[in-house]
């Protein structure tokens, strides 16, 4: 019976990893959207205040569907709130619309990071869907060059990956700034939010983590093959 050593010393601590993540940040979320902001802000309002105290104009707010779907779209220039989020005044509503301002602010700032991370998504895209199948191929058929191929492809993935976590890390610290300096929470919220955007930011450092365990598994099961 053949047992994948790298993948189960590299990868799977990766993945045990996102999954503890994922379930950290849907139980704090969970546990401050059932606390009620002091001011009774929700989550578009924060973003409407937030984005008229640093001069943006031109980005509307939109709700979307689902629940953790919030998300700021730089090529249509669109903020787009969950509706636990866009409707509800709680503390992970006000935190979580923060965030996302925060990312709508990068892009009014020219911030570099994020431009370099909205030019790798459908390198991105493209990278995770067939690299890894072209240099698995390419280890079975022992045909180099399908390997090589499935490798930059996969790289190029794991780039975008560990772009997004500087981009994220400054979307949460731009938000925690923001949301003090317009005095949106009190100290006690504000821990509340911080907990939040550290949950989340979690979940990305687990997503780069097993992207980069991927691909140097791949690497190695070539050299082992050589």
């Known amino acids: 019976m053949y047992i994948d ?14 999954l503890w993540a994922q379930f950290k940040v849907n139980a704090v979320f969970a546990k401050y959207s059932r606390i009620q902001s002091s001011r009774g ?6 973003a409407r205040l937030l984005m008229k105290a640093n001069d943006i104009a031109d980005v509307p ?18 903020l787009r709130l969950s509706r636990p ?8 509503a006000v935190g979580v619309a923060a965030h996302e ?12 990071p994020l431009g370099l991370r909205s030019t790798l998504v459908p390198v991105a895209n493209i990278g995770s869907s067939f690299g890894p199948w072209l240099a698995i191929a390419g280890l079975v058929l022992s045909f180099p060059v399908l390997f090589n191929a499935g490798i930059i492809l996969f790289a190029g993935a794991v780039l975008f990956y560990l772009v997004t976590l500087p981009v994220e890390i400054n979307a949460s610290s731009r938000a925690m700034a923001i949301l003090r300096q317009n005095q949106v929470l ?3 919220e504000m821990k509340g939010v911080k907990k939040v955007l550290s949950a989340a930011a979690m979940t990305y450092v687990a997503s780069a983590l097993t992207a980069a ?3 140097l598994r791949l690497i190695l099961l070539s050299r082992k093959r050589r």
Not at 6 to 13: A, E, G, I, Q, T
Not at 61 to 78: F, K, M, N, W
Not at 86 to 92: G, L, M
Request: no cysteine; aromatic share 10%.
């Open 5 to 18: 050593f790298y993948y189960v010393v590299l990868v799977v601590p990766a993945l045990l990893l996102s």
């Open 41 to 46: 802000i929700t989550g578009a309002e924060t």
């Open 61 to 78: 707010i939109e709700p979307v569907a689902g629940s953790l779907t919030d998300h700021y779209d730089p090529g249509r220039r669109v």
């Open 85 to 92: 989020v866009y409707d509800q005044a709680s503390i992970a």
């Open 101 to 112: 301002t925060g990312h709508a602010i990068q892009h009014a700032r020219r911030y570099g």
């Open 186 to 188: 009190g100290p006690e």
């Open 213 to 215: 365990m991927n691909l």
